[in-house]
């Protein structure tokens, strides 16, 4: 079996056991990142209304989705973390233990977003996340992905 040094973490993901460094701390920092995004979705949604001659009140929450899911897709495509993750200095790897891509980051915030959507997935996601090594949610699960403290190196 090969030993994985956080210097070959391009070939795949960092193990719980062998090195938890890059997963110590990281679900109360996703939570922490979580409620910075929701505060910036707000306030871009918030910047948004005026243009709308204010008719965006009529479909507010639509707007916030639509405001939530290309900040979470763009912000995740750059540099395979939100602007909250950023702070927090955590990041998402894919299967491969690489940064996501576009096309990941898509399917990332679509199962977000889906799960968000409904209690039962939503509390699934956080039950997995408290209780799975990697502290992965469902979308994370489905696609293979983890969320760690970012190296240095990066």
Do not use: C
Request: aromatic share 12%; no cysteine; charged share 15%.
């Amino acid at each position: 079996m090969r030993t994985v040094s956080p210097m070959m973490m391009s070939d795949m993901q960092p193990d719980p056991e062998r090195h938890a460094a890059f997963y110590e701390g990281v679900l109360p920092k996703r939570l922490l990142a979580w409620v910075i995004d929701l505060v910036l979705i707000g306030l871009v949604t918030a910047l948004i209304v005026p243009f709308t001659a204010f008719t965006a009140l009529f479909f507010l929450p639509f707007l916030f989705l639509v405001v939530g899911f290309v900040y979470r897709w763009f912000t995740l495509s750059g540099r395979s973390a939100t602007w909250g993750m950023r702070l927090m200095n955590i990041e998402f790897l894919d299967r491969n233990g690489q940064r996501f891509d576009s096309a990941t980051a898509l399917l990332h915030t679509l199962g977000y977003t889906v799960s968000m959507a409904f209690v039962m997935p939503q509390v699934l996601s956080v039950v997995l996340m408290l209780t799975s090594s990697r502290g992965q949610g469902l979308s994370d699960l489905v696609l293979g992905s983890v969320v760690i403290n970012s190296p240095a190196s990066r």
